[in-house]
């Protein structure tokens, strides 16, 4: 039975996890308008594919033998590739543009080969899970500035001035 600071650990975790969530089906509104239209219009796959990645490493750091204790870390980004590797389908199915789908491939195979090699490295040459922590964490510290900056890739420019479509998972990752 949980006692007080681990039930409390507990309720804020399936809260953030909950909030997670919504945060990660946000882009709905988005990808039923894709679908309908049969095209993608102007969006760009690049969010997508580094909010995928950055929930990639984020499992790796919630593995026991990275970061014990961390299982609402697993199932909330094992959601979150789950929801995106969707998106990322819907994106790649819609697009007409053959450089997106060949975007989307490489990113997608250099992300997976980079998370590969960095659990290959961290299980093979750091021998504590504090190390192991460490080292993971910084690299979803970066992952992460990552995923919040690539909708800058993103902007436009209109015949008057530069114009940034916002990116609705950003909007709720601010608020959240």
Not at 42 to 63: D, K, M, V
Not at 92 to 103: E, H, L, Q
Request: with cysteine; proline share 5%; glycine share 6%.
């Amino acid at each position: 039975m949980m006692q007080g600071q681990a039930l409390a650990r507990f309720i804020i975790g399936i809260i953030g996890n909950v909030i997670s969530a919504l945060r990660l089906m946000s882009p709905l509104p988005t990808f039923g308008r894709i679908i309908k239209n049969k095209s993608t219009e102007e969006f760009h796959p690049y969010p997508y594919i580094a909010s995928a990645l950055n929930c990639l490493i984020w499992i790796l750091y919630g593995l026991p033998m990275v970061h014990p204790d961390s299982t609402l870390i697993i199932t909330i980004n094992s959601f979150g590739v789950f929801i995106q590797s969707v998106y990322i389908a819907i994106f790649f199915v819609y697009t007409k543009k053959n450089k997106y789908k060949r975007s989307i491939a490489l990113l997608l195979l250099v992300g997976a080969a980079f998370v590969a090699i960095i659990a290959t490295i961290t299980l093979l040459c750091f021998h504590t899970t504090a190390s192991r922590t460490m080292l993971v964490g910084i690299i979803c510290g970066i992952f992460l500035i990552f995923m919040y900056a690539s909708p800058l890739s993103i902007v436009v420019s209109t015949d008057r001035s530069p114009l940034l479509l916002i990116n609705f998972p950003s909007l709720f990752d601010f608020y959240s």
